[in-house]
């Protein structure tokens, strides 16, 4: 896997990187971030037409509804930067791109291939826009990338490995350190740092008290990082406020941990999220506009989670959550989910959509903040 990560790196950067998939090298570049020429410099490097591989869920956005995997869209030569955003994560394709272009790049779909899979999964690894330029190198070009490779210039991984990139390297998370670090909602707390295989990714587990010492189910909060909330105190969202309330409720129950997930976004990364606030803006929901980047509605994988909770000896939870999925996760990770307690922030103009958003398309279970809202005692 060291190769994927690095790879992960080189596109990052916006280099190419390639994909071997049998006896097939295929090049692979970012679409974000990419040069007004890159399409036509990919053509020249690999010798064939480059196409830009769509994920599922931007394939849906583009009214490609009954698709059930990533599909492939050859470019026409000369596609510029312009276009190819439209493409990858516009927000109005039809209106860019025109009706009849529109329809006319659908009917070119072709099925994902290993590599166009693989290059998808990096991407999302990457926290890119999981849309990528892929170019198959031609028999012409293979002495001069293979060249390349040879110098270090531009790196190989293989299809299978990097498809697998998203799953972490299971059971290879490392303890790295830990401080006694006293809140003001609980004195008495730890923090332990554990780093993810490939070193990209670090998650806290915040020990509060001793959970555990009884057998008890131990109170638990799995937190996806929230930067704009958990910081700042953002208005968009509910987290900051879910946050200290979570470590309160903690201690309240006598002491359990709260893991904090390097999961910005539901998992799409904050650049990501940021986009996603523009489309918000413009009318979409957080689902939809999730969408029209390329992404599933939660892109969130919680095994690293479930390493973490071993790692700390927890097989018996009680979860502080209004998310079914989370519950769905550990249960299906081995551990015991107790009993479910409910955590609310609270509502306003700025985050009544989204909550409702998860309510009502995402199955969270926020009906009682939906009702306190409505309650004239209340005075909201
Ligand atoms: N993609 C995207 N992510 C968002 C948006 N608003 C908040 N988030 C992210 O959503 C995640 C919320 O995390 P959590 O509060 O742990 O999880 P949850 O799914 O709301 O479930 P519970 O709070 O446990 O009920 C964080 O990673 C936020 O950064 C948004 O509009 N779009
Ligand atoms: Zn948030």
Redesign the pocket.
Known sequence: MHQVERAIFDLRRGLPVVVIAGDTHVLVQATEGTAEASVSRLADLAGNTPSLVLSRHRLAALGESDTRGSARLPLPAGTGRRRLVDLAFGLSPELALGRDELAECRRSLAPAQPADRAALALMRRALLIPAALVARVGEAQRPAVEARLAEGAWLAVRADQAERCLEGGIGMLQQVSEARIPLAEAFDCRFILFREADGLREHVAVVIGEPGKDNAAVPL??????????LFG?L????GE??RNAVADIQALGGGVLLY?A??????G?A??LR??TL?DSGL???D??QVLG?GE???HYGVAVDILDALSIRRVQ?????P??MAALTEGGIEVVERQ??Y?SLNDH?RR?LSA?SER?G???DAVFESDQDPATGS
Do not use: M, P, V, W
């Open positions: 909060r799995l937190h996806s990082a929230c930067l704009t909330g958990d953002s968009r969202c509910d987290c879910q946050l997930l999961q910005e976004g539901r998992g799409i904050l990501n999220k996603a606030y918000q929901d957080t689902l506009a999730d992404f939660d892109e969130r979860l502080l959550t209004n998310n999925g989370k409910a955590l922030g985050n989204y998860k995402a969270h279970l926020l």
